[in-house]
């Protein structure tokens, strides 16, 4: 016999009895109902953890206090929606039209502004009317005319 087939072999063997536990488990669980044992929690990293003085806990003053002065902090406490504009390079390719339509249906508040010769969108003038948060700007080059670069720019 050679190796390869004995390993085959104890390969089966090891998952027909994997599939056998699992089943009995499964069993075990509709004949106790409530009274079941509790589902086994896997072993990880995360939680073999040995815990020391570098980690953060959950309710620290401090990271409790950064969190309430962060600057997007009104954002994750849900008291304004940031308002996003997605503008293109002018000349842009088409190719770039269907992603920021999706954009649009994923992100709330995003809104399509159209460059034209304008330089930058993001100026006061602009931005500050709208109440904008964010702006995007996506640019292309050729050949290929897909997307090459991504700015991000937090306005106001």
């Not at 599939?19 to 079941?36: F, P």
């Not at 006061?124 to 290929?144: R, V, Y």
């Given at each position: ?13 090891k998952k027909k009895l ?32 040995d815990g020391d003085e ?55 508040n995003a809104f399509y ?44």
């Open positions: 016999m050679k190796r390869t087939e004995v390993y085959a072999k104890y390969k089966q063997q994997k599939k056998q536990l699992r089943t009995e488990r499964v069993k075990e669980v509709e004949a106790l109902g409530e009274q079941a044992p509790p589902k086994q929690i896997p072993r990880t990293i995360e939680n073999t953890r570098t980690m953060v806990k959950a309710d620290d003053d401090e990271i409790l206090g950064d969190e309430k002065d962060d600057e997007f902090a009104r954002y994750y406490q849900n008291l304004q929606k940031p308002k996003l504009m997605i503008t293109t390079r002018p000349k842009c390719s088409g190719k770039l039209f269907p992603l920021i339509g999706d954009l649009m249906q994923m992100i709330p502004y159209p460059r034209g010769m304008l330089y930058s969108p993001s100026t006061p003038a602009i931005s500050k009317p709208l109440d904008l948060d964010l702006h995007l700007m996506f640019h292309s080059l050729p050949p290929a005319r897909d997307v090459s670069k991504l700015y991000c720019q937090r306005l106001g």
